[in-house]
């Protein structure tokens, strides 16, 4: 060093050793405060450095205060904000897909519905037709034809296969239950059945258009989670738009300080409470980058994501409203195919009455030939009404699946799904499955008067013993 600093040695030897303690907290102003404490020791073999073995002791004060820039509570909680809406969205998401799946699982029970009804109605189509098979074969020594008999045969053959079909439908829609609500123990799977023990007939209380809407605009937690969004990008741009300021800052920071010399640190923190004198200093800093482009370049950007997020929560409520009135058109247009086709398996089973009556009193061989009926054409009448039948009784089961699955569809698109599978401790869209001693498993969707199933001996399955027009024979 210089000899004014080292007294005219060659080499400035400092000993220091300093510690500061404190507390900061930033203030939602987007100030800062600190005061601190500090203790030191130093000493020097510089000639002018009176006293040795100096202790020294400074306490201070600090203040910092944007006035332009990073200014105000918005701009300093913004990242809270932010985590906010994070966790508001994150929710949405889960609640969204959570109805999804539910969405799903209530499809495949239905589906299962389905399969099992329509195995009860090819069961009783095919052993229709084998009772007129076999009648026909106890009459071929006396007045059954050949050609009624390869009529009769030909149908029960084709109503065995769709039979088989229909066992395997069941098989296929059980393992779809089971993979959706994640079944255990699949190597029981072979030997344990799901039987539906839920009614389909329940028709909740109707909303018109205008609230299934309403319902879901102020529901779908889709349209939550684009509010969010929009309001994240609409912070992220007000954050942008104030770094385009100037930084600007208030400055004030006040202190006592105190030098004892052998050592005396513990003199000198004494010190600086009795004899010391405050000193302070108080001023403005400015700094403005030169253009300003980084930050302009942020704020176009923001922008823009605001922009985009606005488009999309625009474009999400057009979405969920249309979604919510097609559900509701699905769900009035499966009411009335239901009723249509209730009516229509009555009429069908009232031909096949008669028809049934006009077998039993025809006879084989002689038809009433003044009406111009044949005995060949008595039985294609009898075997396609006992088809009619069973068409009109597919028809009322898929409008009855049409029609539950429509409700959930309804629920989903107004946002109602959760608290609607959720409303007492019974409910439940996928309630608990229970192992009976049969060695079955019941199913079941929204609560509801169980239901005894219907042995199906030859094939080894159940089927559902309610539902309209399936009544066990």
């Known amino acids: 060093g210089n000899t004014l600093t080292t007294g005219g040695l060659p080499f400035l030897k400092d000993n220091i050793w300093s510690g500061e303690a404190g507390f900061r907290q930033k203030l939602y102003t987007g100030g800062n405060v600190k005061v601190s404490q500090a203790l ?15 202790g020294t002791a400074t306490l201070s004060i600090n203040f910092e205060q944007p006035l332009m820039r990073g200014r105000g509570q918005y701009y300093n909680r913004s990242q809270i904000f932010l985590a906010e809406t994070a966790v508001a969205s994150a929710n949405d998401e889960f609640a969204a897909r959570l109805q999804e799946e539910l969405n799903q699982i209530v499809t495949a029970y239905w589906n299962l519905y389905s399969s099992r009804a329509l195995l009860l109605q090819r069961r009783r189509n095919f052993e229709l037709g084998r009772a007129v098979l076999v009648r026909l074969e106890g009459r071929a020594n006396f007045d059954a034809l050949p050609l009624q008999l390869a009529q009769a045969r030909a149908a029960v053959a084709n109503r065995e296969t769709a039979l088989a079909n229909a066992g395997r439908d069941v098989m296929i829609a059980e393992a779809e239950l089971r993979r959706l609500i994640s079944a255990g123990q699949w190597q029981q799977w072979h030997s344990v059945e799901l039987l539906t023990v839920e009614p389909p007939l329940r028709d909740p209380a109707r909303d018109t258009l205008e609230q299934s809407v309403i319902a879901a605009l102020g529901n779908r937690p889709e349209l939550r989670q684009a509010t969010q969004r929009t309001r994240a990008a609409a912070i992220r741009n007000q954050v942008t738009a104030n770094e385009l300021l100037p930084d600007l800052k208030l400055l004030f920071s006040t202190y006592v300080a105190a030098l004892e010399g052998d050592s005396g640190i513990e003199r000198a923190f004494q010190k600086q409470f009795n004899s010391a004198t405050p000193g302070f ?9 030169w253009r300003n482009r980084a930050a302009r370049s942020r704020h176009q950007v923001t922008g823009l994501e605001l922009n985009r997020a606005q488009l999309e929560l625009e474009q999400i409520t057009i979405n969920l409203i249309a979604d919510a009135q097609q559900s509701w058109y699905r769900l009035e247009s499966a009411r009335q195919r239901l009723d249509s086709s209730l009516t229509a398996m009555a009429a069908a089973q009232a031909e096949l009455e008669q028809l049934d009556l006009r077998w039993d009193n025809a006879a084989m061989v002689e038809g009433d030939w003044s009406d111009g009926q044949t005995q060949s054409l ?12 069973f068409d009109a009784e597919r028809v009322v089961v898929e409008s009855e699946q049409e029609l539950k699955i429509s409700q959930v569809n309804l629920k989903r698109a107004t946002g109602t799904l959760l608290g609607f599978c959720q409303g007492s401790p019974d409910d439940g869209l996928m309630q608990q499955v229970q192992e009976t001693s049969a060695g079955d498993t019941t199913v079941s969707g929204w609560p509801g008067p169980e239901a005894s199933p219907a042995e ?9 013993g309610y539902s309209p027009g399936l009544q066990q024979q």
Request: glycine share 6%; no cysteine; hydrophobic share 40%.
């Open 40 to 54: 030191g020791f130093q000493n020097s073999n510089s000639r002018f450095f009176v006293p040795q073995d100096q």
């Open 281 to 289: 200093a108080a001023g403005l800093q400015f700094d403005f980058p």
């Open 378 to 389: 008595i039985l294609d009448q009898l075997l396609a009404a006992q088809q009619k039948l």
């Open 456 to 464: 199906l001996p030859e094939t080894g399955l159940s089927a559902p």
